[in-house]
């Protein structure tokens, strides 16, 4: 997830993680193109997927956009993907659509079957597998600025979580990446 120091994604309502605080240069989206490319699966909320939908597609061959972009609409487009949703009932892209009220079970089970890291879009999302223990890690791109208002990461998740740090790196831009295992509640 793209964060401020001060943990918001957005400043304002539906920018969708797509801010002008965001610093994601070259050196940052190969970074991220690499984990993408390493993970078994994506999992997206509605939100963030239709955010996705609407632009990787199109942007794997779009000869006008920088290289790391059209790597990554390879990546996202080619990726297996769960888009969990209430209200979609089909998606192109290779991917598989999950809802109702046991979304999170069908998920759980999902999680049981898929060797490999799944990577997970959407902070609500996040939030409610966070909240079910379905969270082995979290992957923070920290961007250098303080928003003092907007969205927060976990806008309603209300319990102490201790994470170990698992590794960082550093980025030209003031960008910093985290990785952390959730460990047990605080």
Sequence with gaps: MNVSLDLRIE??????????????????????????????????????????EEYMPRAREDASLPDVLREYGEIWTAKPKVLVSRTRHAADHNTRVIGGDDAIEQLAALRAETDGTIGV???????????????????????????????????????????????????GSGVTVRHYAISEAA
Excluded: K
């Excluded at 610093?23 to 940052?28: H, K, N, Q, W």
């Excluded at 991220?32 to 994506?42: E, H, P, S, Y």
């Excluded at 902070?123 to 003092?148: F, K, M």
């Design 121 to 171: 879009g959407g902070a609500s999302l996040a939030t409610q597998l966070l909240r079910a223990g379905l969270l082995d890690e979290l992957l923070l791109t920290t961007h250098p600025a303080i928003l003092g208002f907007g969205r927060p990461l976990f806008d309603d998740y209300d319990r102490p979580i201790e994470l170990d740090l698992l590794d960082h790196r550093s980025f």
């Design 11 to 52: 400043q304002v309502p539906g920018d969708n993680g797509a801010g002008e605080w965001l610093r994601i240069d070259t050196e940052l989206h190969r970074e991220l193109n690499a984990r993408a490319r390493a993970v078994a699966m994506i999992v997206h909320g509605r939100v963030f997927y239709e955010v996705m």
